[in-house]
């Protein structure tokens, strides 16, 4: 048995070297880029004009309890625990629409 190892070739060596240096800063700079893009995504919050306006108050009808809420451009609706959606202008903050949900028959 021959115990001494073969030379590895010097140029072997620095093209592994550089690779290995190439493929950190490769990976270094992938890693800020996606950092900067969640600050640049999420750093505006819903507050700085990066989300939908929400509704200051919403006044719900007597014993209606809110479970969801939802909006489109000129409304927003509350969907309710007694299976109803109620549907408000968003200008004037009024009711517009009330929809009975029908509870499945079925099972």
Do not use: C, H
């Amino acid at each position: 048995m021959n115990d001494n190892p073969q030379p590895v070739d010097p140029a072997l060596l620095i093209f592994l070297r550089r690779l290995v240096t190439i493929l950190t800063g490769t990976m270094i700079v992938g890693l800020l880029v996606i950092i900067a893009l969640f600050v640049i995504k999420f750093s505006g919050g819903f507050s700085g004009g990066g989300g939908p306006d929400l509704p200051k108050t919403i006044t719900l009808p007597n014993g209606a309890e809110a479970t969801a809420f939802t909006q489109g451009p000129d409304w927003y609706a509350i969907i309710t625990t007694d299976d109803r959606i109620l549907i408000y202008d968003r200008d004037t903050g009024q009711l517009r629409q009330t929809v009975n949900i029908q509870k499945n028959s079925g099972g």
